[in-house]
């Protein structure tokens, strides 16, 4: 509960003081009850940009315990008085019209986007030599949260599958609960104790040393159960790295199968907590894609320019920009 008050207080705090803006655009439910204030408080249009729906997340009681039957009701309550949506992809906006009472017309699909400049291939391997990767060999990159959601627990279990002439990179952090730290630790030293090669980077790293770990890395991968967008994807895409990736939610509106990387069907749950219903499936299939492209460099390289080309057509900061200025414009300001 103390995160779920903190950021009610932080809400009522920025009400506080004299909002002379045209309008409030807040994104996630830990800023809606702002935009709610303000709307009610100072009579402007209301934008809210969803990155993820709570109800789509029951995993995240773990770790709000009663705080998350309040983020159902902040999200559920701006959402439906908000003068505009954005979703940040088509199955976002489907699923925002099929959980709540919202107006499809007030619902406009803008994805994501990235800075290009800071996002792209780099020659510097220093965070390898930091974190103890060979960079005479090719390796496999993972980059998420800790949490169910990013699907570590598929990852791991896939590992027993892969060929062994490759090392793995687990940038992982932030577990969502001691518990599930501990869930993943415990995964890893089994892991470790089937194969060597495996680096487990227990931190958040910033922006430069990801870029250095995607530009240096054979493959990205990506095994999520829910995403609705999925940026770790498109980070990767800008450095020219090839992508391995479920194909759920948004991941299949970035990540062109056979042309940017290969998609990976994923049997689950149509509801949440989308669980797989064959995870075991789901490991195979992730590994065998995995080794058919590390075998293939000439592949992995088209992939990587294709991806790059993508980004920088689809998904750079001045399209996305742009699409946001008119969707204001629309609006009584």
């Not at 019209?97 to 994501?112: G, K, Q, S, T």
């Not at 969502?176 to 993943?184: C, K, L, S, V």
């Not at 990736?245 to 042309?259: C, L, R």
Request: glycine fraction near 6%; proline fraction near 4%; charge should be neutral.
């Amino acid at each position: 509960l103390r995160s779920a008050f903190g950021a009610v207080r932080r809400c009522v705090d920025f009400n506080t003081t004299n909002i002379n803006d045209d309008l409030v655009h807040c994104h996630t439910w830990y800023t809606h009850f702002g935009g709610i204030l303000a709307k009610k408080n100072y009579g402007i249009p209301l934008v809210i940009t969803v990155h993820s729906l709570e109800p789509l997340r029951p995993w995240k009681r773990e770790q709000l315990a009663g705080g998350y039957d309040f983020s159902l009701w902040v999200e559920k309550t701006a959402l439906e008085m908000a003068d505009a949506v954005i979703a940040v992809s088509g199955e976002t906006k489907r699923d925002i019209e099929r959980l709540f009472n919202v107006d499809p017309a007030r619902v406009r699909v803008i994805h994501n986007g990235i800075d290009l400049d800071q996002y792209r291939k780099v020659d510097s391997i220093a965070a390898l030599k930091r974190y103890g990767i060979d960079p005479n060999k090719p390796y496999l990159l993972f980059v998420g949260r800790i949490t169910r959601q990013k699907g570590f627990q598929h990852l791991i279990r896939a590992i027993q599958y892969m060929d062994r002439d490759f090392q793995i990179v687990l940038c992982a952090a932030a577990p969502d609960t001691p518990g599930m730290a501990e869930e993943m630790k415990n995964a890893v030293e089994r892991a470790k104790a089937q194969r060597r090669g495996i680096i487990w980077i227990d931190d958040m790293v910033d922006q430069k040393t990801a870029c250095e770990l995607y530009s240096q890395a054979a493959i990205f991968i990506c095994p999520s159960i829910y995403e609705p967008f999925g940026i770790i994807n498109l980070e990767a895409m800008a450095c020219e790295t090839a992508v391995v990736a479920s194909a759920v939610g948004g991941i299949k509106e970035v990540v062109v199968d056979g042309e940017t990387g290969f998609l990976i069907p994923l049997d689950r749950l149509n509801e949440s907590p989308f669980e797989a219903t064959n995870p075991e499936k789901f490991a195979r299939d992730l590994a065998a894609r995995v080794n058919e492209l590390m075998k293939n460099p000439q592949l992995r390289e088209r992939f990587g320019k294709a991806g790059r080309k993508r980004a920088e057509e689809n998904f750079s900061w001045s399209t996305i920009a742009a699409k946001t200025k008119a969707l204001y414009e629309t609006l009584k300001l």
